[in-house]
């Protein structure tokens, strides 16, 4: 009798311990936007079990990609979104919609040569999400912090719509993202205003941002440096733009510069002159890896990856905008 009873509060506290500890997967990919979507949808491709996969993130509506920089102008071509779209089987892509046609997107029917804005090569995206997060297990949550665990990775999750707060997986694919660099110049001037970039990088709320007063400085030379000076040129009232630079344009801006441009080539001597002639500032200088907000538990917040492979640890990966692939120019 005393031994039934031992062997059922043993029994008693194994179960007990068993419901309290976090679910394992094979696999588990964090974040959903283009890099989150891909990884699924290749471990998908590559055999991997749905039931085996899982898939957080904190809304699944394709990252930044599709909400803060949805009015950005791509610097991707149609052709290269439509070949990314058809990539994986388990895309479904071309969908069908819920009368059984074929469902057409406005992608679809621009020049393949051309570009679009993110909005535009996100909406197949959304549904490309909708279809894979009925494969796999998807939870609505932010991942807060990594750590190792019995030979696995755990994921701690600061916020999520269910009762469970971390998981574990063999193996974890970080697509978190990036998000914009900015630097102090500045704020040596009190009466310079900084305008986010995510501000900035929304035509209308750029436009609205400036007034007729203004010298709008921009740092930065890339892609989003040009659609600034574009924007700020085109429809805005801006007094003067001045564009700091360190390298040449990656675009070309065609024709002679307006008289309200003015480049200026980026050092400790031109930034002290000019910089104090304007009334406000956009930092278009890239961007860096998005870290987790309690980062990961025996890696420094510096730490490295290998940039051919995506590997930041055993059974760790990284992949995205966060954690370029590195390829030798040919």
């Known amino acids: 009798m005393a031994l039934s009873r031992q062997v059922r509060r043993s029994l008693s506290a194994l179960a007990s311990r068993e419901a309290a500890s976090p679910l394992c997967y094979e696999w588990c990919v964090v974040g959903a936007g283009p890099a989150g979507i891909a990884t699924v949808g290749l471990l998908l491709d590559s055999s991997v079990p749905p039931s085996a996969l899982l898939w957080i993130d904190p809304s699944f509506s394709v990252g930044d990609f599709g909400t803060r920089w949805r009015f950005v102008s791509s610097n991707t071509n149609v052709g290269l979104f439509l070949r990314f779209y058809q990539r994986c089987r388990s895309f479904g892509f071309p969908f069908e919609s819920f009368n059984n046609n074929t469902r057409r997107y406005a992608i679809e029917d621009l020049p393949e040569k051309q570009t679009c804005s993110l909005d535009v090569a996100a909406e197949p995206l959304r549904d490309v999400t909708h279809t894979l997060r009925q494969k796999v297990h998807s939870v609505v949550g932010e991942v807060s912090q990594l750590r190792e665990k019995d030979a ?7 916020s999520s719509v269910i009762e ?15 998000v914009p660099r900015s630097l102090p110049f500045h704020q040596a001037y009190p009466l310079i205003d900084e305008i986010p970039i995510a501000t900035a990088l929304n035509p209308s709320a750029l436009v609205a ?15 989003s440096a040009i659609i600034l000076i574009r924007t700020l040129l085109e429809q805005s009232s801006a007094k003067k733009v001045i564009n700091f630079y360190r390298e040449p344009l990656k675009e070309n801006l065609h024709g002679k510069l307006p008289d309200r441009l003015v480049r200026v080539l980026s050092d400790d001597t031109s930034t002290a002159e000019h910089l104090p ?16 907000p309690k980062g990961i538990v025996g890696l420094p917040s510096s730490y490295t990856y290998n940039a051919h492979c995506g590997v930041i640890a055993p059974g760790l990966f990284g992949c ?7 390829k030798a120019d040919r």
Do not use: M
Request: proline share 2%; charged share 15%; net charge negative.
């Open 277 to 292: 002639c304007c009334t406000k500032v956009i930092y278009a200088t890239g961007f860096e890896r998005r870290e987790l």
């Open 209 to 223: 941002s400036v007034s007729a007063d203004d010298t709008i400085a921009i740092f930065g030379s890339s892609h």
């Open 152 to 158: 696995k990775w755990e994921c701690l999750l600061s």
């Open 164 to 178: 469970a707060s971390s998981f574990l997986a063999n193996n974890v694919v970080l697509a978190t993202g990036a």
């Open 320 to 326: 995205g905008i966060g954690y370029p692939e590195q």
